[in-house]
């Protein structure tokens, strides 16, 4: 037997699920002339509702990924201040290394010393390449303006111009990124 309730409007059929569900219920909830509009609202904010929580989980989902980035940035990149102070380092012990003459490397007394610098600065190019620190090509190269730093014009006739000739400094990246550009004398077209 069915409940006056359960009814459907004329030329509709209603689910015998739906039907037992709604036994019992007061007949005012069950109008569907009546609440037909506020269930089309109700369910039309839960699509709403539902689309803010999508956005809301991605713009999380976006805002851990960046924050992943950063943090890997930051144990990649932590070291490029110390690093910089260190190329000074670097560099003068290349210059002293350098300004020893051919003749006195073989002196007796200086050999330890020489063979010392010499030690040294093969312990900082390993550590420089631990690090992710490598030296930027120069000589011979066109003058990139993101990896070199043109000091001077030199005029010649035996490269290109806007080539590299001279190397006044050596310059460095640490990973992908510019340490320290390196500082360069280019050629140009002689007078």
Do not use: C, W
Request: no cysteine.
């Amino acid at each position: 037997m069915t409940d006056d309730k359960t009814q459907p409007p004329e030329g509709q059929t209603v689910d015998p699920a739906i039907a037992e569900e709604l036994k019992g219920v007061p007949e005012d909830m069950i109008d569907s002339d009546k609440d037909g509009g506020e269930i089309a609202k109700l369910r039309e904010e839960l699509e709403i509702a539902k689309q803010d929580v999508l956005y809301a989980r991605a713009e999380t989902q976006n805002v851990r990924r960046r924050l992943e980035k950063d943090v890997a940035d930051t144990r990649a990149y932590a070291a490029t201040g110390f690093a910089r102070d260190i190329l000074s380092v670097a560099d003068n012990l290349s210059r002293a290394l350098s300004s020893i003459p051919g003749e006195l490397r073989e002196d007796e007394k200086l050999k330890g010393i020489v063979a010392g610098i010499e030690a040294t600065g093969r312990e900082i190019e390993k550590v420089f390449t631990n690090h992710g620190i490598t030296r930027i090509a120069a000589m011979g190269m066109p003058l990139d303006p993101n990896q070199h730093q043109a000091m001077i014009e030199v005029p010649s006739a035996d490269v290109e111009p806007g080539t590299v000739v001279q190397e006044l400094q050596a310059g460095y990246m640490i990973k992908d990124r510019l340490l320290r550009p390196a500082m360069v004398a280019v050629a140009k077209k002689p007078d």
